[in-house]
Structure formats: C-alpha cells, structure tokens
Nanobody
Framework: QVQLVESGGGLVQAGGSLRLSCAAS????????MGWFRQASGKEREFVAS????????YYADSVKGRFTISRDDAVNTVYLQMNSLKLEDTAVYYC???????????????WGQGTQVTVSS
C-alpha cells in the first residue's frame, strides 16, 4: 500500500500554467507506475497521463497532449504534472494514482490520492 498526497492545485486564468505534485509515502515508490486522472463536476474520472516505473514510457490523453508533461523524481518519491496552456475544460479535481501499471480505466487503479482542485477561469 502507498499513501499519495497531491498539492499544487488552484485558480489560474486560461492560458496559464500550474504544476501539480504528488508525494508518495513508503520506500517502494520506484516499484509503482504513476498516473494522473481528473474528474470534472458531474462527469466520470478520466485518464490524463501516466509514467512507467522507470520513467521512460509516458502516455497522455489526446486532450492534454502537447500541453501537459508528467515526470517523476524517485529520490523524493514524487510525481509531477506540469500543465501549460490551460483551458477552461481542464477545470477538474486532479487525482494521483499508483499501481503496478496504469491504464486508462480508473476502476482498475488500486491507490489514489485525495485530489486537488484545478480551476481555470476566463
């Protein structure tokens, strides 16, 4: 089991940037693939990005490709999501996820953070 704590959310104008962080507890962080999902009000939780245990393989949802970047720093047990060129439709609660592999289906994920709100204003 791993505990995940997100931070870095907030209110930003369209076109702006935010960087989300997810700090993981435990000494086995490097054994987990990590990911970010988001859930807008009234919608299902959706995949945003994932990064493999080695950090080599990364996947992105089409809606964020070219604007968001996922990265990890195993030395501090943290995964990041750099979000640039934010759009109104990026408004959601963003959740950090950890598992042996990260697919695009939220129901398959074993470990979740509590979420951090990102609000993009016009």
């Amino acid at each position: 089991q791993v505990q995940l704590v997100e931070s870095g959310g907030g209110l930003v104008q369209a076109g702006g940037s935010l960087r989300l962080s997810c700090a993981a507890s435990g000494r086995t962080f490097s054994s987990y693939a990590m990911g970010w999902f988001r859930q807008a009000s009234g919608k299902e939780r959706e995949f945003v990005a994932s990064i493999s245990r080695t950090g080599v393989v990364k996947y992105y949802a089409d809606s964020v490709k070219g604007r968001f970047t996922i990265s990890r720093d195993d030395a501090v047990n943290t995964v990041y999501l750099q979000m640039n060129s934010l759009k109104l439709e990026d408004t959601a609660v963003y959740y950090c996820a950890a598992d042996s592999t990260i697919g695009t289906i939220a129901t398959t994920i074993s470990n979740w953070g509590q979420g951090t709100q990102v609000t993009v204003s016009s």
